[in-house]
């Protein structure tokens, strides 16, 4: 069930630019519930698992190109001088696809097989490339105050108290709001620093592009850690490429990539068990990003260990300590209290934004609350319960971010993005074959006794 939540997710995510559709809602919905779908005991059939997910990520590579065919509409902002390129490069993703059908991937010679993964990738990375060349000026904020932040803290400013661009209302539904503002730097510190090697390209979206590439990468080599055929691992890098909205997320500078960059990694060598440093500073950088990452730890919890959770933990509060020693009003209000003022927003991909299209009126707050903090809870505890498995934390983790997603007032196409990756590497954990039962060993022999003792001792018939 879990690639057919990854194409639901994808599918009303693609479509309307991650906004708002009423039949979106509804596919969140479905994936939600196929997320949390009795799956029995025991790890799927490997064969039909891996034709699942074969299916899943060629139905999603055909999407983006046949929407643009179809609907006459590509699934990205795009330029008349790329769209035939980036038509091109989806193609070639498709064709890659199709040849891993199982008879025409066998009947390759090994460096042939080598050779058509990265034929594949390159295919999905050239598109990429091409959407963000082709948007130069994607119209969004958060486009804005990434670079413009980034340049401020290389001058000598102070980001959350910098004024930002601003934007025409007619852009976009929250620009017309009056609570939205153009002096907030939204993101936590963390961002702040990954984002300064890009000062000198002029353009933060090459961050993004990059940090999907690695994910892609990294996606193969959990896959292989866990034991999945090369087949397998290698989809699930691919599938990452061919999620329908990963263009219209990379154009936008939205930080979800460069996030989920850094949880795989971390999960990569908290899998290893013998990287916990490392591990923990990866896992510190990807909580330092946004504000509701610490839920993200729930599968990473038995790898790092206690130490590693801590280590990772004091990685964002250093960090925000420094800015808030600068500024803490400033601080305080583009990292927290703007978040809190906001409205609901009528073109959320939520149940929040359906509810303010057929009624009128947001649901209250404490319901949006509620919900996602139950379902937080519940996954804490299994995953305690069941430390150590790993498919079932991160199954969870990806049914508690869609059910947060689904109750949330601003939920848009990242926010999806977030969850789709969650949903591929819980996928790939449930693939992977379950570690044999460890023998008990057997109990040592008791030592003789002594004569004089064993005299001493009544026998169980004489005690009777």
Not at 212 to 233: C, K, P
Not at 247 to 255: D, I, M, P, Y
Request: charged letters at 10%; one cysteine or more; aromatic letters at 10%.
């Amino acid at each position: 069930m879990l690639p057919l939540a990854w194409v639901l997710v994808g599918v009303a995510a693609a479509l309307n630019g991650g906004a708002y559709w009423t039949a979106g809602v509804v596919l969140i919905a479905l994936a939600t519930g196929a997320v949390y779908w009795p799956t029995g005991r025991g790890r799927p059939d490997p064969a039909r698992g891996e034709l699942a997910l074969w299916s899943a990520t060629l139905f999603a590579a055909l999407f983006s190109p046949l929407a643009t065919l179809v609907l006459r509409a590509p699934l990205h902002l795009a330029a008349a001088w790329a769209e035939r390129w980036i038509f091109a490069a989806q193609v070639a993703l498709v064709a890659g696809v199709i040849a891993y059908a199982r008879p025409v991937r066998l009947a390759l010679p090994p460096r042939a097989r080598r050779a058509h993964f990265l034929a594949t990738v390159a295919a999905g990375a050239l598109s990429a490339l091409l959407a963000i060349r082709s948007a130069p000026d994607p119209g969004i904020d958060v486009f804005y105050f990434l670079n413009e932040g980034a340049r401020g803290l290389l001058g000598g400013q102070n980001p959350y108290a910098m004024q930002f661009t601003p934007l025409p209302a007619s852009l976009s539904p929250g620009y017309q709001d009056p609570a939205y503002h153009f002096d907030v730097y939204g993101y936590l510190p963390g961002m702040l620093l990954l984002s300064l090697p890009t000062v000198p390209l002029g353009d933060v979206r090459w961050l993004m592009w990059l940090s999907a590439l690695l994910a892609v990468l990294l996606l193969r080599s959990l896959g292989a850690r866990q034991g999945l055929s090369e087949e397998a691992a290698e989809l699930l890098a691919i599938a990452a490429l061919a999620y329908p909205g990963l263009l219209w997320v990379l154009q936008h500078a939205w930080v979800e990539p460069v996030l989920v960059a850094l949880w795989l990694g971390t999960l990569r060598l908290a899998l290893a068990r013998n990287a916990s440093a490392p591990a923990a500073l990866l896992a510190g950088l990807a909580l330092s990003i946004k504000q509701f990452n610490p839920p993200l730890l729930i599968p990473l919890a038995a790898g790092l260990g206690r130490r590693g959770l801590l280590a990772s933990l004091a990685v964002p509060a250093t960090l925000c300590l420094l800015f808030l020693a600068w500024s803490p009003r400033d601080f305080l209000w583009d990292t927290l209290g703007y978040h809190l003022q906001i409205p609901p927003r009528p073109d959320a991909l939520s149940l929040v934004g359906l509810a303010l299209d057929r009624f009128g009126a947001a649901p209250p707050g404490w319901i949006s609350l509620a919900a996602p903090a139950a379902v937080l809870v519940h996954a804490g505890r299994v995953a305690a319960r069941q430390r150590g498995d790993i498919a079932i934390a991160l199954r969870l983790t990806a049914g508690f971010y869609l059910v947060l997603f689904l109750f949330n007032r601003a939920a848009f196409a990242n926010y999806y993005f977030l969850c789709a990756m969650l949903l591929l590497a819980a996928t790939g954990a449930s693939l992977a074959p379950r570690p044999a039962p460890v023998a008990e060993p057997a109990a040592p022999a008791p030592e003789p006794r002594p004569l004089s003792l064993l005299a001493a001792e009544p026998t169980r018939a004489s005690s009777r």
